[in-house]
Every structure is written in C-alpha cells, then in structure tokens.
C-alpha cells in the first residue's frame, strides 16, 4: 500500500528547496513546464520561451559575476541542460560573457 502522505511530504521536500519557488510567483503561465523545482519541458510559443529564460534570468542577482561552472553549477538545480540555458541567457542579454573568459555577470 502506497502511504500518499509520506509520498507528498518526499515531494514538498525536492521542491522546497528549488530555487525557481520564490520567482514562479511572478510566471504562472510557467506552471505548466514546472515539475517537482525543475523545468520539464520548455514552451513553444515564443513568447512564453522569453518569459522562462526571463525568469531563469532572476537566478542571478544584478552586478552578481560568476565563472562559468558556477553559472552552470546554479542552472543545473533547475534545467537538464544548463550549458543550453547559460548561452540563451547570454543570447538575450540576461547575463553577459566577457570576451574570451569565462566571467559571466548579470548586467
């Protein structure tokens, strides 16, 4: 017999600790490509496209410089592709590479 209370309380428990729980609060039109803290799949409308990697964006703080395994280290908590994820920030100017390194900083 499955105890679906201690079942619930495993699940709370993963995504307690995501990182994208304070900021979905502003994207719930995102719900939908959430799972359990973690992107599960990404939207096709490119409008809800920009809006994820807006809100992957927030992970960062302003000013915040990074090398790039800890960019990936960060996006890896909440995307099964976080090297995919780190260039479509740079892409959209969400976060920015300086030329020949690999310091990031969200701008």
Do not use: E, K, N
């Given at each position: 017999m499955v105890d679906h209370d201690l079942l619930d309380r495993v699940v709370d428990g993963w995504?307690?600790?995501s990182p994208l729980n304070p900021i979905m609060v502003d994207h719930p039109r995102l719900r939908s490509f959430v799972q359990w803290g973690r992107i599960t799949r990404?939207?096709?409308e490119r409008a809800?496209?920009?809006e994820l990697y807006a809100m992957l964006g927030q992970?960062?703080?302003t000013g915040e410089t990074m090398i790039e395994s800890e960019v990936n280290a960060r996006l890896a908590?909440?995307?099964d592709d976080p090297a995919e994820a780190r260039?479509?920030?740079v892409d959209r100017g969400l976060l920015?590479?300086?030329p020949g390194s690999g310091i990031y900083v969200r701008p």
């Open positions: 995504t307690a600790d990404m939207p096709t809800l496209i920009d992970l960062f703080s908590t909440v995307h260039r479509a920030l920015a590479r300086a």
